[in-house]
């Protein structure tokens, strides 16, 4: 059986990354935004990894509050390459949450409890978007002068890539490759069959989304989805402030 050696995955990632902060230190413009998303990624990670946990604890499962994660200190949910991708590419992902489907309640089943808990992280994602574009257009029609001041600017840019970043990392950890949320949310869906092969064969979609991943490719696919999304989100807001 083919083992997928997560090692590889972070030593072939630290590369990308520090190709990456190797353009972003010849380009002084891009090392400033850099800056200004590091508190979007704080916050994108920190609430997607508690809604884990704490969608996990609601279905009867401590272990993450056992492991401390149910908690808003970002310290306890980064991943440093993960963090680093979602700074540099716009995607990423947090430490995993560890769960233990044995203690789920029996309402539901194993299957569908592990597609909540899942699902839970994306969902506060978008939340998480839609709450801060509500801030940014409130800003734009109420604070217009504010946001003109040297502060004001960068509060308004760093809402701003906040949106995109928890996009961002919505719309990844969506995509049906195993590790990320995706392949569990889909699970429920899927035909006897179809799930025993899906699972069975795990690892083939590991080498797909490190293909996807060293290639580009994830980014070429995403990024249309984030922008669509990001507009979307930002469109219905702007209409309910009348912008």
């Given at each position: 059986m083919f083992s997928f050696d997560k090692r590889t995955m972070y030593i072939l990632a630290a590369i990308l990354i520090l190709a990456a902060l190797w353009q972003y230190g010849s380009e002084p413009g891009r090392l400033m935004a850099?800056?200004?998303?590091?508190?979007?990624?704080?916050?994108?990670?920190?609430?997607h990894e508690f809604a884990h946990g704490f969608a996990a604890y609601k279905l009867g499962d401590d272990t993450a509050k056992n492991d401390g994660r149910l908690s808003l200190n970002p310290f306890a949910h980064l991943d440093p390459i993960g963090t680093l991708m979602l700074l540099v590419a716009g995607f990423g992902w947090g430490k995993p949450v560890e769960v233990n489907p044995r203690n789920y309640n029996r309402n539901i089943t194993v299957e569908k409890a592990d597609a909540i808990v899942s699902i839970a992280g994306p969902a506060m994602n978008f939340i998480l978007a839609v709450v801060f574009a509500l801030i940014y257009c409130a800003m734009a029609k109420f604070g217009a002068g504010f946001v003109m001041t040297g502060?004001?600017?960068?509060?308004?840019?760093?809402?701003?890539?906040t949106i995109s970043v928890n996009i961002g990392l919505g719309v990844f950890n969506l995509l049906p490759l195993p590790p990320l949320d995706g392949s569990k949310v889909i699970i429920p869906f899927l035909s006897y069959n179809a799930k025993e092969w899906f699972q069975a064969n795990s690892y083939v979609f590991y080498i797909v989304f490190l293909g996807l991943y060293i290639t580009g490719l994830a980014s070429s696919i995403i990024s249309p989805i984030i922008g669509a999304v990001t507009s979307g989100i930002l469109k219905i807001t702007m209409l309910i402030f009348g912008l």
């Open positions: 850099l800056c200004l998303t590091a508190p979007g990624v704080l916050v994108a990670i920190t609430f502060i004001g600017t960068i509060i308004f840019t760093m809402i701003g890539y």
